[in-house]
């Protein structure tokens, strides 16, 4: 019966805390949180695991359980690989109602990290001698390079759009940014509002670094009629900087257009709704907004290189346009929401997110827009 049901759901021991090793905690305008952290290997672990799977099919479009082998004849869901399963629990910590001296835990989300091997070719002396020779293999496995791929991502109804998401994917993203041997840090399948999400917190994390503020439009560069685009970047070497980050290259490149679009002029920068009063544009305007499209077509090409290839060529430029004033349009809405959530941050500490998301079709094929 469902009286019974939350009368057992209830009980906790007095000095019950969560599995795992508590990672760290934030204070927010409701309470106190606690994100606790620990792996697939550890029993507790597991077994809380096998306790809130449940919320993957109930809010995870097309999701599945760790573990599950579809492909398989047997049942039974294959833990093998349980040491690179990474879990994050977030928690509202509270005073017991019975023992003010004693804590309880309401759940609030939880993320799922899988670490896989990052290739990297060895690289031999230039003029190899008797003293170099091939790792012995002994190395331990959590000291390899790696790629760490967020899997799976949850906050439970009651608590979204109170900014505990942006705090648990920030907390993550710094624990393994931290790490040396992280290479990349890389999202699974994202859904529109989780895009939206990791856009703000990437941005933001970006604008940290000061070798990601230099990089900007060359206005020198002149664009021919005819023939391969020059470089339209200057500044810092993009792809040094994307390492440092450890961001997959195409989010770093979306991030990276949202910020050079949200540095564009009034006169020519795109947004959600138009200035009553807009400054007429001038000749450099008009040259950084074309050199900004033409990065952002460049990326949308490669991107979309065979849906492009089955539209006749004549047709191309204007379904590239259109896929890039869709572009336009969610790149202006992520940064509304990343302006209303900077004010905020900047008046109290705290981080909130608004969800903002887009999508377009071409004239003949649906181009994806990132």
């Not at 019975?98 to 091997?117: A, C, H, L, M, Q």
């Not at 900047?346 to 997110?353: D, E, F, I, M």
């Amino acid at each position: 019966r469902s009286s019974e049901f939350e009368k057992d759901s209830k009980q906790q021991d007095e000095d019950w805390t969560p599995p795992g090793t508590l990672h760290s905690t934030f204070t927010a305008s409701d309470g106190e949180y606690e994100i606790w952290r620990g792996t697939l290997d550890d029993p507790e672990v597991m077994q809380l695991n096998t306790r809130v799977q449940v919320f993957i099919m109930m809010l995870i479009r097309n999701g599945s359980y760790i573990g599950d082998t579809p492909d398989e004849e047997s049942n039974e869901p294959d833990f093998s690989d349980a040491d690179r399963w990474t879990l994050f629990f977030l928690y509202k910590k509270s005073q017991s109602q019975d023992n003010p001296e004693k804590s309880s835990y309401t759940f609030v989300g939880f993320s799922t990290i899988y670490r896989f091997f990052y290739f990297q070719p060895p690289t031999p002396p230039a003029s190899p001698n008797r003293e170099w020779e091939l790792p012995d293999g002994k190395a331990e496995l959590t000291d390899l390079p790696s790629r760490q791929r967020l899997s799976q991502f949850i906050i439970l109804p009651p608590f979204r759009g109170k900014g505990k998401g942006i705090q648990l994917y920030q907390t993550i993203f710094k624990y393994y940014h931290e790490q040396n041997q992280t290479q990349e840090f890389v999202v699974e399948d994202p859904s529109e509002a989780f895009d939206d999400l990791r856009d703000i917190c990437d941005l933001a994390f970006l604008r940290t670094l000061p070798e990601f503020l230099t990089i900007k439009l060359d206005t020198s560069v002149s664009i021919p009629k005819k023939g391969a685009v020059p470089q339209l970047l200057a500044g810092a070497e993009v792809e040094e900087v994307r390492r440092k980050a450890k961001i997959a290259p195409r989010q770093f490149s979306r991030v990276l257009e949202m910020h050079l679009m949200d540095k564009l002029p009034d006169s020519v920068r795109p947004a959600i709704e138009e200035l009553e009063d807009p400054p007429e544009p001038t000749v450099e305007d008009k040259q950084l907004e074309r050199l900004w499209q033409l990065l952002a077509k460049q990326r949308l090409y490669r991107h979309n290189k065979g849906v492009m290839h089955e539209i006749p060529a004549e047709e191309r430029p204007e379904a590239l346009q259109n896929t890039l004033e869709s572009v336009e349009y969610g790149y202006a809405a992520i940064l509304a929401a990343y302006d209303r959530a900077s004010k905020h941050w900047q008046s109290n500490g705290k981080r909130k997110h608004s969800d903002a998301g887009s999508s377009t079709t071409s004239k003949r094929l649906r181009m994806e827009e990132d």
